[in-house]
């Protein structure tokens, strides 16, 4: 399985921005998709998950109320809506899959940085 993200950028605080991530290959291996995020000088953190199959989702506290994560399973693709962008949002966000939700998840995007200014 291969993993692309896009739509990272630079926005003000408040705005928001749209990232994706396009998965080919041996997209049936898929259970769980999520998405990671590492911001500077901080380990890496998991902040939304959905279940490929059900759409049950899991979000972090911090990203409660603001984040959304969506999937199509038609394109392969999924989303992650992020609303009411705030500076400590500023980090890379990676797309990741696999058969649990874990921190070593089998299938990795390379990363789109996100930079949400003050």
């Known amino acids: 399985v291969q993993l692309v993200e896009s739509g990272g950028g630079l926005v003000q605080a408040g705005e928001s921005l749209r990232l994706s991530c396009a998965a080919s290959?041996?997209?049936?291996?898929?259970?769980?998709m999520a998405w990671f995020r590492q911001g500077p000088g901080r380990e890496r953190e998991l902040v939304a998950s959905i279940s490929r199959i059900s759409g049950t989702t899991y979000y972090t506290d911090s990203v409660k109320g603001r984040f959304t994560i969506s999937r199509d399973n038609y394109k392969n693709e999924f989303y992650l809506q992020m609303d009411e962008l705030k500076p400590e949002d500023t980090a890379v966000h990676y797309c990741a899959a696999g058969s649990a939700i874990r921190s070593d998840m089998e299938y990795w995007g390379k990363g789109t940085q996100v930079t949400v200014s003050s």
């Open positions: 290959g041996r997209t049936d291996d898929i259970v769980y």
